[in-house]
């Protein structure tokens, strides 16, 4: 796992001196603090209340920073003609993606940090416990990983990153509007579409509402994986093509 | 040794290359010459473990490649068409990211650096962002990353494309300085190139070896060769007639053609059945004639290239 360090060095370095970064960065913070001004804070609710609905529009960071950020890891090296660097050299395909999803995990979870003015201001003048905090902010680093590796595995795809960004997003909005359909649908078809979905009842229904439950962040720790497995194995067939 | 048995490569149901085999052993410099689509990059990214190819082996140092490619790429260092580099880095920077993918210590890469940098020149610029570089420091920043391992095999596809005269010429002098100290496999559609930097050539066409060795194993025995040379006589009332006299004599030489006065000598075309070159040397000096410039005219190489590649099909 040398290799994956190396890459996740670059790669974060990247991240933190490229403008770009920031500005999404500060998009998203922009956005998630308006969404929290205008629609979190008004009104005579509970501090719980509010510090959900914080928790429920600030899904928007992960959800669009995860497809933002991942959409260029590979398919930028692929257009650059620098992925030839790294699939000549001894590393296995698993390091690079590795090395690239840790990085911007670690960007996401500092964008994710700087947003915690929010629920600190609640706390302040509110009666909420850091437990409920921590577990919203766990459960939206969750779900960011879990987006983040299904925008790797759009960029793994193809060498053209608009494209990548498109699927990553198609993707990801198909995975989160799953329980929509589940609604429509009879069991057994309906409770493992709603199972499969990758909001609704494992965000939403847990994390958002403080609720820690173990097969909620298996769920989200198995879509990393599948994604991530499935952008390695995309990696490593292209080598056949 | 790099030894390749029945490669092959498609894409899709397209045939790329193959099957070829071929052997390389160490310290030789080989070029793979052919046409655009020949299959020269598909054979040296199968080479360097960027590709796997379709059927066939292939042995690199006594390591399989295809079973064992992470150790091969250990001892592999490549250059591709378009060099891979990541232009927000420093040369520097990039250089060591190179090294440390390649599996090397701090320790090793302080001591390895400066040497890569002085062996590509670029000592100047190796805290320029590669952004601002020329195509041609761009091109020799590919050539460090690809040795800065000092691997045994060092593969360059097309590394003089793009670069202007001057530095095609720094590329070539590159080449055998690198040349000294590593097996070389280039790649080149430019004949002169591959001519002037390589001990000996593999001929590609539509996917299949259709020539190996040397420029001169190339000719057909007993095809008219085309010589060059340039002579001027020191004294004499019909220099031109007298030179041409001596040639005609020389054994071998077939047909004197038209001459044309060229720097400050008469130029002749001479049709040979052999590689003569010498014997004419001689009969210049011997009848006190003064030889400035001797060779194979530039369409012997050519007409060898096209006749291998598949007479008109590769002139057009």
């Known amino acids: ?241 | 040794m790099i030894r390749a048995t029945k490669l092959s490569k498609f894409y899709g149901g397209k045939r790329a290359l193959g099957p070829v085999s071929f052997e390389i052993s160490d310290g030789e410099t080989v070029g793979f010459l052919g046409l655009n689509g020949a299959g020269k990059t598909t054979a040296l990214r199968i080479l360097a473990c960027d590709l796997r190819p379709s059927s066939g082996t292939i042995e690199i140092g006594g390591v399989d490649a295809v079973a064992d490619p992470h150790e091969v790429r250990k001892r592999v260092g490549f250059l591709p068409e378009n060099p891979p580099l990541y232009t927000e880095m420093t040369v520097a920077d990039y250089l060591k990211f190179a090294g440390e993918l390649r599996g090397m210590t701090a320790d090793q890469l302080k001591k390895r650096l400066p040497e890569v940098l002085e062996i590509v020149t670029l000592g100047e610029v190796q805290n320029d962002t590669i952004d601002t570089l020329s195509h041609g420091f761009r091109q020799r920043v590919g050539v460090a990353q690809a040795i800065i391992h000092e691997p045994k095999l060092v593969i360059l596809d097309e590394p003089t494309r793009g670069l202007d005269p001057v530095q095609i010429v720094e590329m070539r002098n590159l080449i055998h300085d690198l040349k000294q100290s590593h097996t070389v496999l280039i790649s080149s559609h430019i004949l002169t190139e591959i001519s002037q930097t390589c001990d000996r050539l593999l001929v590609l066409s539509k996917g299949a070896v259709v020539g190996e060795g040397s420029e001169n194993d190339l000719s057909k025995e007993g095809e008219v060769r085309q010589i060059t040379v340039t002579v001027r006589a020191p004294s004499g009332d019909d220099p031109k007639g007298q030179i041409t006299k001596v040639l005609s004599a020389i054994a071998g030489v077939s047909k004197v053609g038209d001459a044309y006065e060229q720097g400050g000598g008469w130029s002749f075309a001479l049709s040979t059945a052999k590689d003569c070159r010498a014997d004419v040397s001689r009969a210049i000096v011997d009848a006190k004639l003064d030889l400035l410039k001797l060779d194979y005219a530039r369409s012997e190489l050519e007409n060898t290239f096209i006749r291998l590649v598949g007479g008109a099909d590769a002139s057009n």
């Open chain 1, 1 to 241: 796992m040398r290799a994956t360090s190396i890459i996740y060095k670059r790669e974060l370095g990247r991240y933190l001196r490229s403008p770009i970064g920031w500005i999404i960065a500060a998009l998203m913070l922009l956005i998630a603090g308006i969404l929290f001004q205008s629609q979190a804070l008004p009104g005579d609710n509970l501090s719980a209340i509010v510090l959900e609905k914080f928790f429920y529009f600030a899904t928007a960071i992960p959800m669009f920073c995860g497809v933002l950020l991942a959409f260029r890891l590979i398919a930028e090296e692929r257009q650059n003609y620098s992925m030839i660097l790294l699939k000549t050299s001894p590393i296995r395909d698993t390091e690079i993606v590795l090395g690239k999803f840790f990085a911007a995990l670690t960007f996401l979870a500092i964008i994710l940090a700087l947003s915690i003015y929010m629920p600190l201001l609640i706390k302040v003048n509110g009666k909420i416990t850091g437990a409920q905090i921590f577990i919203g902010y766990f459960g939206l680093f969750l779900f960011g990983a879990a987006v983040l590796s299904i925008g790797i595995f759009a960029s793994a795809l193809t060498s053209n990153q608009i494209v990548a960004a498109l699927l990553g997003a198609v993707f990801v909005a198909v995975m989160m509007l799953l329980f929509v359909l589940a609604k429509r649908l009879d069991a057994p078809v309906q409770d493992v579409l709603e199972q499969v979905d990758l909001w609704w009842i494992h965000y939403q229904g847990g994390f958002m509402r403080g609720v820690l439950n173990l097969k909620d962040v298996i769920y989200y720790l198995g879509v990393t994986y599948f994604f991530l497995l499935l952008a390695v194995k995309t990696l490593e067939a292209k080598r056949w093509q």
